[in-house]
């Protein structure tokens, strides 16, 4: 049974959501983050990543970087650049790239339904990244970034989701990149309670985006308690921001390899040792590759594409040996060309689908001599994972469009 709550959202005043809503923190360096600042002053990436109203000098993780991140959230609280819900809401969250849509809803998540396994993942975090949204949170007193979770498709969810999608949106604005959002407010007294109603029937929500911010917000959690060891479990740190999305609605992309070197072959080796485990076939002149069924690769050398087809010998059913990801590590990047650990190894690196086949081109032409185009993961296959008690690679998933930040916040501070 999952505890999916409605909660008093603070968001931006109606006419500002625009200027405000922001890509998440991490998609951005610091000299990405300051011009998006600098351009747009009310971008919540002011208050996502603050060291933007510092000089370069200053470090990203000093005090004072987090100290402004507070000040100038509730600043542009007070100034009324936001406004707070009366009483506890869901909202509908519609996002549309490319003409294609996705429609989740905007609610809080149980820190002890993520505790009690209902509210699976399926990667491991990093204990630096999420030092610092610990401390992000904690400062901002708030969460600022919602989660990306997804569940298996309701009916009843998609039903009050279709009748509120008839009615006029509070918000309907698209950004600079071209995706298009929509949110509606879902205040009726039935309808809320029949989306807690219908999320309470539901025994699986996955994490599809966003496990350090989950981590973090977790980890605020249990430091509250720890201080505060009378809680009810009502309290706001009991709970963390998120999006929920079914999973008919979500499209993963590929999440594509480029390798610096040949680990010492030339070419011609190269090719006779993947032949080992693949069928390999040339592709036309100047004719890229993007795989088409699972266990397929493209794969870009010195400029040349080929279409590799794995085996069945190599292709287990195990659901997270069978992941495309990890055949390709397991009988290609660390027998072949000798990456072990993907994670630290620095002649790998990792490019997002949204970025098309012509990147991995420019970057096989510019510093790398190999390029793999990948299959996207599916969602069942993140889910079998998840349900597994099983980690996927990292790097096996890229989630687009993004959730923005700034057009929902969940203040921790109790009332």
Known sequence: MAEIRPFC?????????????????????RAEAKAEVQKEPLSFLSVDRAETQFDDSVDVYADCVYEKARELLWKRIEEGYFVQEESPVYYIYELIMDGRSQTGITACASVDDYLGQVIKKHEN?????EADRIRHVEACDAQTGPIFLAYRSSSVINGIVAAYKKEEPLYDFTA?????????????????????AAFSEINEIYIADGHHRCASAVKVSQMRRQAKPGYTGEEPFNFFLSVLFPDDQLMIMDYNRVVKDLNG???????????????IEECGEGVSHRPEAKAVFGMCLDGK?????????ICPTDPVKGLDVSILQDSLLGPVLGI??????????FVG????????????????????????????????????????????TWFEPKLRSGLFIHSLREK
Request: aromatic fraction near 10%; charged fraction near 35%.
């Open 9 to 29: 959202a603070y968001r931006p005043k109606k006419g500002l959501e625009g200027r405000i809503a922001a890509l998440p923190y991490d998609v951005y360096n």
């Open 125 to 129: 975090t990093r204990a630096d990244k």
């Open 176 to 196: 600079e990149d071209g995706i298009t959002h929509r949110v509606w407010r879902i205040g009726r007294a039935q309808d809320v309670d029949a989306i807690h």
């Open 265 to 279: 072959y030339t070419e011609e080796e190269f090719l006779g040792k993947i032949g080992e485990s693949f069928d």
């Open 305 to 313: 594409w080929y279409r590799l087809k794995a085996r069945p010998e």
């Open 340 to 349: 072990k650990d993907p994670k630290t190894d620095k002649r790998i690196d």
């Open 353 to 396: 689908g949204i970025r098309g086949m012509k990147e991995l081109e420019r970057r096989v032409n510019e510093d790398c001599r190999v390029a793999f185009a990948m299959y996207p993961t599916s969602i069942s296959e993140l889910f079998a994972v998840a349900d597994a008690g099983e980690l996927m690679p990292p790097k096996s």
